[in-house]
């Protein structure tokens, strides 16, 4: 059985021996790299945003939305986002009016999105209807219509 003993003391000071090793190195980085000798890959994300995608919508992608009822008409449309738990935002704005502050935004079983409905005002007729929707990332896509008013009293 082998037993671990405390060094003794060398013959030229007197003390035990410790092991010096790096010591120095380890000053020098300290001391004149403040950052430390440390080799630091750059942090790679695990899992990257994936942006929303409008994968349904009424009217289809870059058709005209008709107002032609007296009760107005109904723009929506239906978000995928592969990330999960992102909440998404819906911006729906006109040219020359901007930001429309009528829209709904649903959730359901199999989807997710937002609706908008527009009265039959002439001011819409020529216009063009955006909707934008951002995940919390940032991320974003669109889709826009050209609308027309028909009948307009």
Not at 13 to 25: A, D, E, I, V
Not at 70 to 93: F, I, K, N, P, R
Request: net charge negative.
């Amino acid at each position: 059985m082998s037993h671990i003993y405390h060094s003794a003391p060398t013959p030229d000071t007197g003390k035990p021996f410790k092991y010096k090793g790096l010591g120095y190195w380890h000053v020098v980085c300290m001391f004149i790299f403040q950052s430390g000798c440390f080799f630091y890959l750059p942090p790679v994300e695990k899992n990257p945003n994936v942006a929303p995608v409008i994968e349904y919508s009424s009217p289809e992608p870059d058709d005209v939305l008709r107002i032609d009822t007296a009760h107005g008409s109904v723009a929506w449309v239906s978000v995928y986002d592969e990330d999960e738990g992102d909440v998404m935002e819906y911006l729906w704005t006109i040219t020359g009016l901007g930001p429309q502050g009528t829209s709904q935004a649903f959730v359901t079983e199999n989807y997710r999105g937002s609706s908008i409905q527009l009265s039959m005002d002439p001011i819409y007729s020529g216009r063009v209807l955006t909707c934008t929707v951002y995940d919390k990332a940032g991320a974003s896509d669109r889709r826009s219509w050209t609308i027309e008013v028909e009948n307009a009293p």
